[in-house]
């Protein structure tokens, strides 16, 4: 069974804090990685993706891959509000086709 | 760009009852997942199509569940018969190129079962 790990929280932090959520995938055929964001009630919108290894940055999102390790990671600087939400950590297969969604991490910025 | 269009949202049917879900897909899209998603078990992929031809449905739970996409923007997803335990919320979503670059979901159905 091909899975995707994330804790499911919730991570509580502060206003202006530095949110890092976190992802480990068993499926080492994966090739590209996926950040969505799930407010309550909700559909899932992709927030992130990443395909190598190392940083990709995209205004305060921040996302970390390292295929040796099988993790997955997403930084969130100066966390708002409105960053509280469900982080949904995802994998797709070489095909691209078949994309593994993590459970989710719950996060709460408090104000 | 209207997005991915799913209707109904809100689907409230008796046990036993066959239930239709729809979705249309974004113009220029060519891939269409369907997935589950609840408390106990997350988000379930069910089924996907790659220019109208099924892919994988090994998520399908089981045969009272069959999916169609008739032509290249549409698609169905059908219970038949529901059970309570069909309850949950059904997104389709939608993509170029299978799904390495991400997907776009729709707003979901959620449909219960009485």
């Known amino acids: 069974q091909k899975e995707v790990e994330q804790n499911s929280g919730p991570l509580s932090v502060p206003e202006g804090a530095i949110a890092s959520l976190n992802c480990t995938y068993s499926d080492r055929g994966s090739q590209s990685f996926f950040w969505y964001r799930q407010y309550s009630g909700k559909s899932p919108e992709l927030i992130m993706s990443?395909?190598?290894?190392g940083d990709k940055e995209d205004g305060r999102f921040t996302a970390q891959l390292n295929k040796a390790s099988q993790y997955v990671s997403l930084l969130i600087r100066d966390s708002q509000p409105s960053d509280s939400a469900t982080y949904l950590c995802a994998g797709s297969n070489t095909g691209g086709f078949k994309t593994i969604f993590g459970a989710g991490t719950r996060l709460f910025v408090k104000a | 760009d209207a997005g991915v269009i799913q209707s109904p949202r809100h689907e409230v049917t008796e046990m036993g009852q066959e239930v239709t879900l729809r979705c249309k897909l974004i113009s220029g899209h060519n891939s269409l997942f369907w997935y589950r998603q609840t408390m106990m078990r997350g988000l379930e992929l069910l089924i996907y199509f790659n220019n109208n031809v099924p892919i994988d449905d090994s998520g399908m739970p089981e045969d009272r569940f069959s999916a169609k996409m008739p032509n290249a923007s549409f698609s169905t997803l059908k219970i038949q018969p529901s059970e309570p335990r069909d309850s949950a919320v059904y997104f389709c979503?939608?993509?170029?190129?299978?799904?390495?670059?991400?997907?776009?979901f729709g707003s979901g159905t959620r449909l219960t079962v009485v």
């Open positions: 979503a939608s993509s170029t190129t299978g799904s390495l670059y991400g997907y776009t």
């Open positions: 990443i395909y190598s290894n």
